[in-house]
């Protein structure tokens, strides 16, 4: 089966060997997505604008490899902070009120980048 990657260029997918995005037959896959900017520089602000970025890269991703926001079918939400669940679910909830994918949020020790507040996931499924 045919293995297609779309790139968002982060400094972290070259040295660590991985894709922003997979897409194998109707299925995308996208990594771990964390609120970098495209210079490489964290996004500033807080939890809701980083989720803000980190949503807006995985979209992109999903386009590149042929899909909408429209067909994501799940996503995973790190936290570093319990704090902040109620403006990273405002993020999510104006990328994908109406799609609704089966989503999870957690709250974790810490992220690569101490200033980093979120990390999202995502999985898409597209009509065949």
Known sequence: ???DRA???SPF???IGFSRAVRVGNRILVSGTAPVEDDGS???GDAEAQAERCLAVIVR?????????EDVVRTRQYLVDAGDADAVGRAH???FGDVRPASTMLVVGGLLRPEWRIEIEAEAEIAA
Request: charged share 15%; net charge neutral; glycine share 16%.
């Open 61 to 69: 991703a999903i386009e590149q490899l042929g899909g909408s926001a």
């Open 93 to 95: 909830g104006r990328w």
């Open 7 to 9: 790139s968002s260029g």
């Open 1 to 3: 089966m045919t293995r």
């Open 13 to 15: 997918e070259a040295t």
């Open 42 to 44: 964290s996004t500033p």
